[in-house]
């Protein structure tokens, strides 16, 4: 009896242990465990105009770049400390002595900075209600480098990266005849596109801005071996392009002989404004081309090539519907009968 009892006992400890732990609902579900993927160091917003693993510049960095002779960076991205929209600025002039910065912000003004510690600046002085004096920035140098990051994707045997998101979405697609669906807000090869670009000629381990050009009007397919990358872009996104000097078609946009593509490794920042659909089949003439076009549409030439073509068709078309005319069709047509033969 006394084993019973202690059995009896110990079993119903057991289980009022269990009801005291078991939760009141026991069918509910665990809330799955959320996973955050932080920003790498150093990772910049995407509306700022640079690649993302660029590290942020330095007086000392300044100063070994002048000592070892290297070049100063031609494009800046001055991003504030607070939140703020990052500026893309020219370097004027780096004041060794005085430690100072000098850049220029365009359609903007310029701005006077001083190294407070490392790689953070404060504004001296600015001519740009963009940036205001005391403010802290952050310098970042967007030249490109020679070579393509290795997070760059590959069109059409050229390497791109993103430099500026856009907020146009991607999603909704369109057919686009012999190629397929694709994004209803990229350009198709038939379209024609206002772009923005910048031109480095990258020799030497260094790459020097060429040129640039603000609006651009040039059809899809005039983009050589561009055309595939900005097949997927969409208005307000801007891409970085490495065009190797072996590239079987180096040309962008109209090559005019003093849009001449030097002979090298070239990188091509390309910002895609506006879109016109089916541009291709849209002529636009001027004033002087549709004097000349309407003055040759009268002349004499054109005018009897014109009446002979037009009769040859009539009488094609005519001895044609007289050779599958029915006889007595025929006759009646032509006022023959058997009464009168």
């Not at 700022?48 to 770049?65: D, G, I, N, Q, T």
């Not at 097949?231 to 078609?249: H, K, N, Q, S, Y």
């Not at 009488?315 to 007289?322: E, K, R, T």
Request: glycine residues 6%.
């Amino acid at each position: 009896m006394a084993r019973r009892a202690l059995r009896f006992a110990l079993l119903t400890w057991l289980l009022g242990a269990c009801w005291i732990h078991v939760p009141g609902d026991r069918h509910r579900p665990r809330t799955p465990k959320v996973v955050r993927q932080s920003r790498p160091t150093g990772a910049i917003s995407d509306q700022c105009y640079l690649v993302k693993e660029s590290p942020a510049l330095s007086k000392s960095e300044l100063h070994e770049r002048l000592a070892l002779r290297k070049p100063l960076p031609e494009r800046l991205a001055l991003v504030p400390s607070h939140q703020g929209a990052p500026q893309d600025a020219r370097l004027l002039n780096f004041n060794a002595a005085g430690q100072t910065v000098e850049v220029s912000l365009f359609d903007c003004g310029t701005v006077q900075m001083l190294e407070k510690h490392s790689s953070l600046w404060r504004v001296l002085l600015s001519d740009c209600d963009a940036v205001l004096p005391g403010t802290l920035v952050q310098i970042y140098d967007t030249t490109p480098r020679v070579e393509a990051p290795e997070s760059a994707d590959v069109a059409g045997g050229v390497k791109t990266t993103v430099l500026q998101e856009s907020e146009s979405a991607r999603a909704a697609v369109t057919w686009n005849g012999m190629n397929g669906f694709s994004p209803s807000n990229c350009p198709r090869e038939a379209d024609g596109v206002h772009v923005a670009w910048r031109l480095w000629n990258c020799a030497q381990g260094a790459c020097s801005l060429l040129h640039e050009e603000e609006d651009d009007k040039a059809l899809v397919c005039e983009f050589g071996s561009l055309k595939k990358g900005i097949l997927t872009m969409v208005v307000g996104e801007t891409r970085r392009f490495w065009i190797p000097w072996d590239a079987p078609d180096r040309r962008f946009g109209r090559p005019v002989p003093e849009r001449a593509l030097p002979a090298g490794d070239l990188v091509v920042d390309l910002t895609v404004l506006g879109i016109e659909r089916e541009a291709v089949f849209d002529y636009k003439l001027s004033e002087e081309t549709l004097k000349l076009v309407n003055a040759r549409e009268r002349s004499l030439p054109v005018l009897a090539s014109r009446a002979v073509g037009v009769g040859i068709q009539v009488f094609a078309w005519a001895m044609v519907y007289l050779h599958y005319l029915p006889p007595q069709d025929l006759d009646n047509m032509v006022g023959f009968s058997d009464t009168v033969l």
